[in-house]
């Protein structure tokens, strides 16, 4: 089992910036790749950016150029830092982490962007 918990969530205004932290615990060793995603409400879950245990990443086109993903190995947590944040960022995310038999959740975290 994986455990993933998120933080740095909260409210900012446009133009702001957050550093969102996804702390993996358990049997983290089968990870290949964590990903971040979103939810906002009444929409559906999307996805945000990844990476892979190689460190190669990618990020939605929606998101690119503002936001970076990164990981620190020694402390098995990944960050999402989000600049230059609009409105349209407002959402829960959550962090995914996949193995080659399963995938596992965060609980989430809002972020929400005001005007």
């Known amino acids: 089992q994986v455990q993933l918990v998120e933080s740095g969530g909260g409210l900012v205004q446009a133009g702001g910036s957050l550093r969102l932290s996804c702390a993996a615990s358990g049997s983290i060793l089968g990870i290949n790749t964590v990903a971040w995603f979103r939810q906002a409400p009444g929409k559906q879950r999307e996805w945000v950016a990844t990476?892979?245990?190689?460190?190669?990443?990618a990020s939605a086109d929606s998101v690119k150029g503002r936001f970076t993903i990164s990981r620190d190995n020694a402390k098995n947590t990944v960050y999402l830092q989000m600049n230059s944040l609009k409105p349209e960022d407002t959402a829960v995310y959550y962090c995914?982490?996949?193995?080659?038999?399963?995938?596992?959740w965060g609980q989430g975290t809002q972020v929400t962007v005001s005007l």
């Open positions: 990476i892979t245990s190689g460190g190669s990443t």
């Open positions: 995914n982490a996949g193995s080659i038999s399963r995938t596992y």
